[in-house]
């Protein structure tokens, strides 16, 4: 099993540009997440989703998109980038939302 | 609101020694609690979790968490600390009214010296 995967490892933006996350897991999990890690602060909840065709909001979802078409992918959508949106972002999935997420390597994002 | 807090940015431990990095909570109804270790530019791995249960509870890498209610308090604990236990760990809490979200502390950098 690959686990989670995400692609991009690392990106540089220009304010404005939009750009897509990719996250894919192969564990058959319902329950896959997205955070973003700032220094001091944690993991943040962005999206979350139960399964295919259902996604429900986090903590910080302002600036990103998800959609879940299929139960292994999970994408993220930055619409318009900010330098705000400057972060470590990890995708994560577990069976449901009672047991242990795993984590992505994650992607680092630069909006200039 | 719910919430979690690690008061230690950072730990220091010799090799050998027992290490105790803290986590308190601030959740409506049951607890569900989490620890997660995080090794320098890799995702979290999940370590241990309490649902429901004996308090003490035991996970991966020889790792164990203490939850006290009372204290609204879980602490991760190690009998012997190893230089390769040297990462950064965070304590996580699902949200009592939304089971599908999750609030994860600040992070505790815990630091073994030979």
């Known amino acids: 099993n690959a686990g989670v995967t995400q692609t991009p490892k690392f990106q540089v933006l220009k304010t404005g540009q939009s750009m897509t996350l990719q996250c894919a897991q192969d564990m058959n999990h319902e329950y896959m997440s997205w955070y973003r890690q700032d220094p001091g602060m944690g993991l943040r909840l962005i999206h979350y989703?139960?399964?295919?065709?259902?996604?429900d909001q986090g903590e910080v979802p302002n600036g990103y998109n998800v959609s879940r078409s299929t139960t292994e992918d999970f994408p993220l959508r930055l619409l318009s980038a900010a330098p705000s949106q400057t972060s470590v972002y990890f995708c994560a999935s577990s069976y449901s939302a009672r047991g242990g997420q795993y984590f992505g390597p994650g992607t680092r994002l630069t909006v200039t | 609101a719910q919430s979690v807090a690690q008061p230690e940015d950072q730990v220091n431990v010799a090799e050998g020694n027992p290490l105790t990095v803290k986590c308190t909570y601030s959740v409506s109804g049951n607890p569900y609690l989490f620890w997660y270790v995080q090794y320098p530019n890799r995702g979290l791995q999940f370590l241990l979790k309490?649902?429901?249960?004996?308090?003490l509870v035991k996970g991966s890498y020889g790792f164990e968490a203490e939850f006290n209610k009372s204290q609204t308090s879980f602490h991760l604990k190690k009998p012997s600390a190893l230089v390769s236990d040297s990462a950064l760990y965070f304590c996580a809490v699902r949200d009592g009214d939304n089971f599908n979200k999750f609030y994860f502390g600040s992070g505790t950098k815990l630091n073994v010296k030979p």
């Open positions: 989703s139960v399964g295919a065709g259902i996604t």
């Open positions: 309490y649902i429901t249960g004996d308090n």
